[in-house]
């Protein structure tokens, strides 16, 4: 049976409400929850950007379920801080915390001043440093010299079993590349035989039988009309597609991007609806594909209302 976990989007909210929301969730009945880990929001509707790895500290000692993030190492973290970072987080908290690695986004590692790469050679830091990663989590003392440079770096405080390494794709071609090296699969909704072709990628290239988790981006709402214009008020600088989502270095960027975006539109591109039966129909359809975890992101500024709604008519139904 799929678990149902709850998404903390650290660029819509404060971090403080955001560490209110995650035991909120906790106490509505879901089973875990992940969070986003941003420098920069998408847009200046949302305004936020807390530091993800001190929240989850904080988010992992107030709840008793799994949290789990999402990093793009060798921009902003040197792979040696993103692993010192997971091993204590797991050292505190075994078997609770796992992490996500993907090849990143302009939008958040741009601050470095380094010149932003093609996606391929994205693809060949992000295996090199979750190479090196899984190295010091295993507890050896690794110096390197390729795209990273890692002199006698070694993690003292390790845990006794390592957090799970997954790789994030949103395409089938990264999908296969990381289906190779990761302990499992992260990726978000989308129509199901486009799904499912990530899937299938993902196997193809080396995962079969490891852990598929997904993120689903939805809003909901009393009425259709608030679910489709809160979905907008908060989303609407995030329906782009293809490149430009990880090619886009400012919330500024995004914003005249999507200055044309109607709220009909953001519907097309995540689940938007006031009906808990058809979020049900929706999220369902996910869970029959053999995602194990499915972490739902409510977009919209009425996160308690969805927390209690969904965690007692929806949740239930998806559990049966």
Same mark, same amino acid.
């Given at each position: ?39 920069? @929001? ?43 970072? +997971? ?55 690794? !110096? ?12 003292? !405080? ?62 909901? +709402? ?28 400012? @919330? ?16 097309? !591109? ?51």
């Amino acid at each position: 049976m799929a678990r149902f976990g709850y998404h903390a989007s650290h660029e819509q909210f404060p971090p403080s409400d955001l560490l209110r929301l995650v035991q909120h969730a906790e106490e509505a009945g879901f089973d875990a929850a992940k969070c986003s880990d941003h420098f920069r @929001p998408w847009g200046s509707q949302q305004g936020h950007s807390g530091f993800a790895w001190s929240w989850l500290g904080a988010a992992l000692a107030r709840t008793s379920f799994p949290v789990g993030s999402i990093s793009a190492p060798g921009y902003r973290y040197h792979p040696a801080i993103v692993a010192q970072s +997971a091993a204590t987080l797991a050292e505190m908290f075994p078997g609770r915390f796992w992490l996500a690695l993907g090849s990143g986004q302009r939008l958040n590692e741009d601050i470095m001043g380094v010149a932003w790469p093609e996606k391929s050679e994205r693809n060949a830091r992000l295996k090199e440093s979750a190479d090196l990663i899984r190295r010091l989590l295993a507890g050896e003392r690794v !110096s390197h010299y390729g795209r990273i440079t890692m002199v006698d770096a070694e993690i003292y !405080s390790r845990p006794a079993t390592p957090p799970l390494l997954l790789g994030a794709a949103v395409t089938e071609a990264t999908a296969e590349f990381v289906g190779g090296w990761a302990d499992g699969l992260l990726t978000v909704s989308g129509e199901p035989d486009q799904v499912q072709g990530v899937v299938d990628a993902f196997r193809r290239g080396g995962g079969e039988g490891k852990k598929l988790v997904m993120q689903v981006g939805l809003n909901w +709402a009393p009425t259709e009309e608030e679910a489709v214009q809160g979905a907008w008020e908060q989303w609407r600088t995030n329906v782009l597609g293809g490149e430009v989502n990880w090619e886009l270095r400012t @919330p500024e960027q995004f914003e005249t991007a999507t200055k044309h975006v109607r709220p009909e539109d953001v519907a097309e !591109s995540i689940l938007v609806s006031s009906s808990l039966d058809q979020h049900v129909e929706w999220i369902g359809r996910y869970a029959e594909m053999g995602f194990e975890e499915i972490y739902l992101h409510q977009v919209g500024r009425n996160q308690e209302g969805f927390l209690d709604v969904f965690g007692a008519r929806v949740l239930p139904q998806l559990r049966v």
